[in-house]
C-alpha cells in the first residue's frame, strides 16, 4: 500500500472513530441537541454539515497562502458564513422540502465549532487534498453518532422510527415499532434526554477503546513472552 | 519575536511606517479584501436564487391555502383577490383571500397568528366557509419545541391518522366562546399531554379570526379587492 493511501485511511479512521466528533472531540453539541430528536432531522442536519464541512476545508485549505496567522480566526468565520449562507439559499431554491424540513439549523452551522474547529486543526495547514477528504470524513462520523442518536430519542420518546421520511421522499411512511399505544417518554424528546442518551453512547464508545487497549496490550505482552521461547 | 526587517527600519531617505502598523495595515487591507470577495460571493447567490426561493414561498403558501379548504370548490384567482388587514395591536399586516365560485362567495381564508406560543408566535393560515364553519386551519410558521408542542404542524405530527389541527375542520364560529378553548380550561379542544400552551395558543387565534371574520363576512366579500382594512379593536 502506498504511503498515500496510508495517510487518506488514517483521516478516514479519525473522522469516523478515534477523532470522531460526536463521542471524542464532543463538539458542535448546538445542533446535536436541537435537532436530533427524530432520525432524519438528525441525518438531514448531518449531511449539511457535511458539505458545509468540504466546502469550508476545501476554501481554506486552497487560500491557507493568503490568510495572515493574526486575522485567521475572522476569515475563517467569515469563508464558513458566507459557505453556510450560500448552502442555504442553494437548499432554499432547489430542495424546497428539505428546506423545511432543516428549518433555521441550516444557518446554526455557522456556530457549530466543528467546522471552526477542522478549519483551523486541520484545513489552514494541509492540502487542498487531505483537507476535503478530512471534511468527509469528520461530517460522515457526525452523521453516525447523530442518526443513532436521533433513532434512539425517537423510538424511546415517540416509538417510532424515521418519522418524517414522507417529508423527503413522499412514498416511505414511518414505522411505528411499539404500536401505537405507546404512550411515550416525553424526557427522550427534551434537550436533557439528549445529554442522557448522548452521555450513554460516549460510555459505550469509552468501554470499546477500552477493550480494544486492553486486547492490543496483553497481545503484545504475549507476543514479549513468546520471543525467547521461540 | 525575530529582529525587524532592516528593509523596513526608517530610513533617512524616504518616510517609512513603522513594522507593527504596517502589519496591521496589511492586515486590515485582506481582511477588508476577503469581506469583499465573500460579500460578493453571498450577493451573487442571492441573485440568482431569489426568483426560485419566491416561487417555491408562493407554492408552499398556496398549498397551505388549498389545503384550509378541502372539499370546496372555487374558481376564481385565489391569490389575487387580496384584502390585506392591518392588526391594531402588533402594527402586523395580514392577507385575507376570498374563494368564490362563479362570483358567489365560499370561503375567506385568512392569515393570523397566535402571539403567546410556548416558542413564541405561531403563523396561522385559517379558512371559513359561507355557513361560518372552519373549512381548516395550518400552520405556516412556528417555533414550538421539536417532538414535544410541534404537533400543531400536521408535518410533525405523529398521529397522522388523527391530526390534532384536524379537529378544527366543521367547528362552528358561532359557537360560544367558552367552546373555543381547550378541554383543560372548559373548551371542547383536545390538547396533547405536555403541551397544552402551543394548543391553547392556536385554539384561542383560530377562534378570534373565526369570529371575527365571521362577524364581518358580508363586509370583506364586498370589499374591492387589494383593498387595506384597518382591523382595531374588533379582532
Known sequence: MSERSQHFREIIRNGLWRQNPGLAQILGLCPILAISTNMVNAVSLGIATVMAMVLSNLAISALRRWIAYEIRIPVF????????????LTFNAYFHSLYLVLGIFVPLITTNCIVLARAEAYAAR????ESTIDGIAMGLGLVWVLALLGALRE???GGTLFSGIEMVFPNLTPINVFGG?????LLASLPPGAFFILGILIAGYNAINARRAKHAKSASAESILAAPAA | MTAPDPALLPSPSRTVLPPAMRRALVSAFSLLAFTLAFTFFMAFTYEMTRERIGKAAAEQKMRLIAETLPGLRYDNALLEDVLEVENGAGGRVGKIWRARNAGAPVALVLETFAPDGYGGRIDLIVSLDNAGRIGGVRVAAHHETPGLGDYIDPAKDRKKENLWISQFIGADAAAPARQWEVKKDG??????????VSARAVTRAVARAAIWANTHREALFAAPAGKRLKAGQEE
Open chain 1, 77 to 88: 468565520i467569515l469563508i464558513i458564513a458566507a459557505l453556510v449562507t450560500v448552502l442555504d
Open chain 1, 126 to 129: 494541509n492540502g487542498v487534498l
Open chain 1, 155 to 157: 423510538l424511546v420518546g
Open chain 1, 181 to 185: 399505544d405507546y404512550p411515550g417518554f
Open chain 2, 187 to 196: 373548551g371542547s379542544f383536545d390538547y396533547r399531554a405536555g403541551a397544552t
